[in-house]
């Protein structure tokens, strides 16, 4: 668990902590970034410083040279070469020059007769410009030299040739060497191929090419960058690594030549040992000042968290249920103090309240309600609450006495009453028991006279749908004989009109034969055979016509006596019907009779069950009513002995 103690500590820590850590780096940086913008500054320039003297430097030699070009005697053809000698060597010991010399136009020098057409300075010169030289190897010693070169003019004014001087051949690296900002400070230049043309050694120069070394060697990338920027002609300050360890390097261009630029490189230790050193004071001083806080903090969370562990003991023990243990105390007026002392006011509170709540309750317990609190003064505040309920519940429970004393009285009374009537109960019950006997008996002679009436009506009922059914195949069948008779109705009919047909023949046959006798007339002797023949013929239809009318009287006969029997066939079928719905109707009375039969049947069981219910409850209720009385007895007794308590107690007073 993770005291107060802790959290106080943890808390006071962390914000000193934080703090000083805020204040301790917030420090540094800029302690840092204020020296390293310091160096830059220095670095950077001295860095154009530099430059800026080389620069002067050989702008002064550049001048000497093109003042020289303009002496006429050194391109006048009829100056003697001893002449233009003593110039030239006047021109060096006063400027401090190594050498000088004069090349004709065609580049041969007039003093040691030697080419110089292919020297680039030579060109620059004739182009009518003064140019210095990089570094090279001179054709006079054979040492590397720089030329100052320029232009020779004649009377004209035309280039005649150039005229160049060689300066110390240290002068630059005189220059690099006397740049100092610092303990193993070094300065050198580059030109525009990033080749070293001083350096404070002379082994480096025109071979040494810090970038194309970097190919090979990865630690020299750093610089190898700057180097770049370098021939880009910019001013600049960054870190580099080398052998020694890091250094900064300020880089600047020189004005006035070929892309030539010098740089200052200086050890990182030169400028930041001693703010290291500060970084690592600081260091020291926010560790003193995190564990001086860790000291204070333990302290001051001790004095806090101390009295309130022994509170939290004490109150500990108080839930525990110890009310006689000493309160821790404390001296002071701050909040550690004022919680002792509340801790310590609560304690011999509660014990006060405790111990008169255990006195009242155990008068109470003793039967003794008059009774009152001894310290009404503890009960302050919430707990007033205490003491008005333990003062309602001691009028609450001498009230509810006195009304039991009341109702045990009322008890003992009621009781007698009770078993008086109980007795009586018990009495009529018994004569109710031996009547419900007798009726329940009648009630099962009329239950199996009403099953017997219900047997006979279910019977009656089958021998009606016995005879609704043969009726109905009655019915049945005289449908199907009216059926046939319409059948033959429709053959008479169909015979009545062939007769008619046969009647109409004879009619035309008798007509034909009138007709025939009466051509064989006309034909005379010739047609009485023929005549004969119509004689037959005619009596033949007549004959045929007398036989058919006949037919026909015996079949309208025939149909008037179907059509009677049609009728006859049709009343007996209504009969039949309406006979075979009063059968349905004596069917459904009897279905009616035989369920009320049953009802009736089934009503009397139930009315047999309830009386036999009723004689058991009447039982029931003799044996209870005896019961009854008994526990009356017990409870008049009981309520004597109630009031006999009650008067042990000592009520209080409303």
């Excluded at 005289?478 to 008779?485: D, F, K, P, S």
């Excluded at 004959?543 to 029997?565: F, N, P, R, W």
Aim: charged residues 20%; aromatic residues 4%; negative net charge.
């Amino acid at each position: 668990m993770k005291t107060i103690r802790k959290k106080i500590t943890v808390c006071l820590m962390a914000t000193v902590l934080v703090a000083l850590v805020a204040v301790g780096t917030t420090s540094i940086t800029l302690n840092y970034s204020s020296t390293l913008m310091t160096v830059e500054q220095l670095m950077t320039q001295t860095a154009n410083l530099a430059g800026e003297r080389v620069e002067q430097e050989l702008l002064a030699y550049r001048n000497v040279a093109m003042d020289t070009g303009r002496v006429t005697q050194l391109s006048d053809p009829e100056v003697p070469v001893e002449e233009k000698k003593a110039i030239i060597d006047e021109r060096v010991s006063l400027h401090g020059f190594q050498r000088g010399n004069v090349i004709g136009a065609d580049g041969i020098s007039i003093f040691d007769g030697k080419d110089y057409s292919d020297r680039e300075y030579v060109h620059k010169a004739m182009e009518g410009t003064a140019y210095v030289s990089e570094p090279l190897i001179s054709k006079v010693t054979g040492e590397l030299s720089i030329m100052v070169a320029a232009p020779l003019y004649s009377d004209s004014g035309e280039i005649a040739g150039v005229v160049y001087f060689v300066p110390p051949e240290t002068f630059l690296n005189d220059i690099v060497s006397s740049i100092q900002v610092g303990q193993n400070c070094r300065a050198y230049m580059i030109n525009k191929n990033g080749d070293t043309i001083a350096d404070i050694t002379l082994d480096t120069i025109t071979k040494q090419n810090v970038e194309r070394e970097a190919a090979s060697d990865p630690s020299l990338k750093s610089r190898a960058a700057l180097h770049e920027a370098m021939r880009r002609g910019e001013n600049g300050f960054g870190r580099i690594e080398a052998a020694d360890g890091p250094r900064f390097l300020a880089y600047a261009p020189v004005g006035g030549t070929d892309g030539w630029s010098v740089a200052v490189a200086s050890p990182e230790s030169n400028y930041l040992s001693d703010t290291y050193f500060g970084m690592l004071i600081n260091v020291l001083v926010i560790v003193i000042s995190i564990l001086a806080s860790i000291v204070v903090a333990l302290k001051l969370s001790s004095n806090i968290s101390k009295p309130m562990r022994a509170c939290a003991r004490r109150m500990k023990l108080l839930v525990e249920g110890d009310l006689e243990s000493p309160a821790p105390e404390a001296a002071g007026r701050d909040e550690t103090a004022e919680l002792t002392r509340s801790t310590g006011e609560m304690v011999q509170g509660l014990n006060i309240i405790i111990h008169d709540i255990d006195y009242l309750l155990n008068q109470m317990a003793n039967q003794n309600f008059d009774i009152v609190s001894s310290h009404r003064e503890a009960y302050v505040g919430d707990f007033q609450s205490i003491l008005s309920s333990m003062r309602n519940l001691k009028l609450e429970l001498s009230s509810t006495i006195r009304q039991i004393d009341a109702s045990a009285g009322q008890v003992s009374s009621a009781s007698g009453q009770v078993s008086n009537g109980a007795q009586a109960l018990s009495q009529g019950t018994m004569e109710q028991a031996s009547s419900v006997q007798e009726l329940a008996a009648t009630i099962t002679e009329i239950s199996e006279s009403a099953k017997r009436t219900s047997a006979a009506a279910e019977e009656a009922g089958e021998f009606v749908n016995q005879a609704g059914a043969q009726l109905g195949v009655s019915v049945s069948y005289v449908e199907e004989l009216n059926t046939a008779m319409g059948k033959i109705s429709d053959s008479s009919q169909e015979i009545s009109k062939i007769i008619e047909t046969i009647e109409n023949i004879a009619f035309q046959t008798n007509i034909l034969a009138l007709n025939a006798a009466v051509e064989a007339a006309r034909a005379g002797t010739a047609g009485k055979g023929f005549a004969v023949v119509a004689d037959e013929v005619r009596n033949l239809a007549n004959k045929s016509d007398q036989a058919a009318k006949a037919t026909k009287s015996l079949i309208e006969t025939s149909i008037a006596a179907v059509e009677e029997g049609s009728q006859a066939v049709g009343k007996v079928t209504g009969s039949l019907e309406q006979t075979s719905v009063y059968a349905g109707h004596v069917t459904e009375q009897m279905d009616v009779v035989v369920e009320a039969v049953e009802k009736q049947t089934d009503s009397i069981t139930q009315v047999t069950e309830g009386v036999e219910q009723i004689s058991s409850v009447v039982q029931t209720n003799s044996a209870t009513a005896e019961e009854s009385a008994a526990a009356s007895q017990e409870l008049s007794a009981e309520a004597n002995s109630l009031k006999q308590l009650v008067e042990h107690f000592t009520l209080a007073s409303e």
